[in-house]
């Protein structure tokens, strides 16, 4: 079992930068891979990335993809969401999730994913 909760959101302005922290309830992350999804007002919850170790590997969603960075290190118990020339378009509640390395399926999808946290306001605004 694994707790995770987020933090770091908030309001900010067209091209700002926000960065979100998941913290995981286990002392590191070893084992798992940690996955950001986001879900915004009358929508679904889409993926947003995800970051895997040993070795480290990102994947992120098309539209994201060198805006947003995941980081982190899986001998700490945090994971980072980098969020760069933020859009009204990425206005939504993110959420960081983990899933037991070794687990097959793909790691896109929110059904892979074992273990949530309550998730994260960020609103930008135009």
């Known amino acids: 079992q694994v707790q995770l909760e987020e933090s770091g959101g908030g309001e900010v302005q067209a091209g700002g930068s926000v960065t979100l922290s998941c913290a995981s309830s286990r002392r590191t992350f070893g084992g798992f891979v940690v996955g950001w999804f986001r879900q915004a007002p009358g929508k679904e919850r889409e993926f947003v990335g995800f970051i895997s170790w040993r070795p480290t590997i990102t994947r992120y969603l098309e539209s994201v993809q060198g805006r947003f960075t995941i980081f982190g290190d899986h001998a700490e118990k945090t994971v980072y969401l980098q969020m760069n020339s933020l859009k009204p378009e990425d206005t939504a509640v993110y959420y960081c999730?983990?899933?037991?390395?070794?687990?097959?399926?793909?790691?896109?999808?929110?059904?892979?994913?074992?273990?949530w946290g309550q998730g994260t306001q960020v609103t930008v605004s135009s």
């Open positions: 999730a983990a899933l037991t390395e070794g687990r097959t399926g793909s790691w896109r999808v929110r059904s892979s994913y074992d273990y």
